[in-house]
């Protein structure tokens, strides 16, 4: 497979392409203009003046791999940047539960040094009968807190037809099990809005950047990969965060790389650990639940932080920062 990029407006390689017997696609991304055209032979063949570069892409995931963009990906989201030299981290409840418990936190990681507030407006649970989340009313109480203490948004969305509600969430997350609900991907994509897309349970790591690459395809590169722990035969954490994929994934792309240390810890007592270790594995970004009772808590009692514990948690992740010439 083949990335053309473009020193102009695609018409003329169009007209050529649709004549051969080639497959592509046009996309605009990161201001430059692309076509991704398939088979080789074909691809090879086309020649053109408007044609900057052809790239030879030998990955399954085209558009999310650094072999046509050399440079890493900066995600700007509402001023907060993401994959540059500082360690941005997103706390706050697994489950919106109602407003004083959202504001209670957000004010607590505001002040621990969080960049973004996080919080589940929609739940999906295993069990129907679990807690589903408040909704609409979970995305309204996000919002005001985030009016309240500046602090930006990210909240997972489950069904497109949900998108109006998200207008003024500013980074939709793409959970586990919606990593290859490729009709939701290209959906989001389309939508334009940032977006955390964590690695499914079961996906291995060219399966998590080929989900990028829907996004990517849509026009969107504000994209950030999430490292959330994979389903393993191991049983004494919830699931098996994969700092080596997550290592990986940052070789293999331009994208920047956040990890959950939460949900694959599935005990408050060994977020910590994770969360540390994943930063001095590269990590730009941090997913931390935190309640401020966690033990009442809807959803993920048993993994979420108090505020106190997210407070003692960011003053280690500075000093650790400082130590990898890092900042927070």
């Given at each position: 497979?083949?990335?053309?990029?473009?020193?102009r407006?695609?018409?003329?390689?169009?007209?050529?392409l649709?004549k051969?017997?080639?497959?592509?696609?046009s996309?605009?991304?990161?201001?430059?203009?692309?076509?991704?055209v398939w088979?080789?032979?074909?691809?090879?063949?086309i020649?053109?003046?408007?044609i900057?570069?052809?790239?030879?892409?030998?990955?399954?995931f085209?558009?999310s791999?650094n072999?046509w963009?050399?440079?890493?990906?900066?995600?700007?989201?509402?001023?907060?940047?993401?994959?540059?030299?500082d360690?941005?981290?997103?706390?706050g409840p697994?489950?919106?539960?109602?407003?004083?418990?959202?504001?209670?936190?957000a004010?607590g990681?505001?002040?621990?040094g969080?960049?973004?507030?996080?919080?589940?407006?929609?739940?999906?649970?295993?069990?129907p009968?679990?807690?589903?989340?408040?909704?609409?009313?979970?995305?309204?109480i996000?919002?005001?807190?985030?009016?309240?203490?500046?602090?930006?948004t990210?909240?997972?969305?489950?069904?497109?037809?949900?998108?109006?509600?998200f207008?003024?969430?500013?980074?939709?997350?793409?959970g586990?099990?919606n990593s290859?609900?490729?009709?939701?991907?290209?959906?989001v994509?389309?939508?334009g809005?940032?977006?955390?897309?964590?690695r499914?349970?079961?996906n291995?790591?060219?399966?998590?950047l080929?989900?990028a690459?829907?996004?990517?395809?849509?026009?969107n590169?504000s994209v950030?990969?999430?490292?959330?722990?994979?389903?393993?035969?191991e049983?004494?954490?919830?699931f098996?965060?994969?700092?080596?994929?997550?290592?990986?994934?940052?070789?293999?792309?331009h994208?920047p790389?956040?990890?959950?240390?939460?949900?694959?810890?599935?005990?408050?007592?060994?977020?910590?650990?994770m969360?540390?270790?994943?930063?001095?594995?590269?990590?730009?970004?941090?997913?931390?639940?935190?309640?401020p009772?966690?033990e009442?808590?809807?959803?993920?009692?048993?993994?979420?932080l108090?505020?106190?514990?997210?407070?003692?948690?960011?003053?280690q992740?500075?000093?650790?920062?400082?130590?990898i010439?890092r900042?927070?």
């Open positions: 497979m083949y990335v053309f990029i473009m020193k407006k695609w018409d003329s390689v169009k007209e050529k649709e051969s017997s080639a497959s592509f696609k996309v605009e991304l990161y201001g430059k203009q692309l076509m991704i088979p080789d032979e074909e691809a090879i063949r020649d053109d003046p408007s900057e570069i052809k790239v030879r892409v030998k990955t399954p085209v558009l791999g072999e963009k050399k440079e890493k990906t900066i995600v700007d989201v509402n001023g907060v940047e993401i994959g540059g030299n360690v941005v981290v997103a706390a697994c489950a919106v539960e109602s407003e004083e418990q959202v504001f209670e936190v004010k990681v505001k002040r621990a969080a960049k973004f507030l996080r919080g589940g407006a929609y739940k999906p649970r295993t069990s009968f679990s807690f589903q989340g408040l909704g609409p009313k979970g995305i309204e996000l919002t005001k807190a985030s009016e309240s203490t500046g602090l930006p990210v909240t997972e969305l489950l069904d497109a037809r949900d998108l109006p509600y207008d003024r969430v500013n980074m939709i997350q793409i586990a099990r290859q609900n490729f009709t939701l991907l290209r959906d994509g389309k939508y809005k940032p977006v955390l897309l964590k499914g349970m079961g291995t790591v060219d399966e998590w080929s989900s690459d829907y996004v990517l395809a849509e026009g590169g950030v990969l999430c490292e959330r722990g994979i389903r393993t035969f049983h004494s954490t919830r098996t965060i994969d700092i080596g994929g997550m290592i990986v994934a940052k070789r293999l792309s994208l790389v956040c990890a959950d240390p939460s949900h694959p810890a599935g005990d408050r007592e060994l977020v910590r650990s969360a540390l270790a994943s930063i001095a594995a590269g990590a730009d970004m941090l997913l931390i639940e935190v309640h009772e966690p009442k808590a809807l959803s993920d009692s048993k993994q979420q108090t505020i106190s514990m997210f407070e003692e948690l960011m003053n992740i500075r000093g650790l920062s400082k130590v010439g900042r927070i």
